[in-house]
């Protein structure tokens, strides 16, 4: 099973929310194939850069640059050639579609409500963090 994690969610694995740190758990445990793509990646650096991320890592002795090379380490990787433009409010959602596209995967998993109100994209539905968890737990 293949999942694109949006980068609200891994941010939220990092501030101690429970279902979005079960998923990067389980991502590190291979019970699913996580994907991204360079833009999703080069978000999540910007997001943890900001001021109030930069000191929290500090003082648990991490850095963005090295949390993000981390998740590089254990995810696929993909190269969107084109994005969509789906999202009008939010240009960077649509990264999250492309790179779930490219990566076929089976779900895509946020917080946006603009990504939740679509539902599914081309195919692949679009869950919150729990209902991912319980959708992974029940093997479909």
Known sequence: MR??????????????KAAPRHLVEAARAEVFQLCTSQALLA???HVLSRPMFAQR?????????????D???IALVVSPPVVPRVIVKDPDDDHV???????S?????SGDSDLLELRAYQGIPILKPAEALARIAAGR
């Open 43 to 45: 978000e999540l650096l």
């Open 3 to 16: 999942l694109v994690l949006d980068t609200n969610v891994l941010v939220a694995s990092l501030t101690g």
């Open 105 to 109: 995967a089976d779900l895509i998993v």
């Open 57 to 69: 890592l500090r003082d648990a002795g991490l850095t963005a640059p090295d949390l993000v090379d």
């Open 97 to 103: 579609l492309a790179c779930a596209i490219v990566a």
């Open 71 to 73: 998740l590089r380490r």
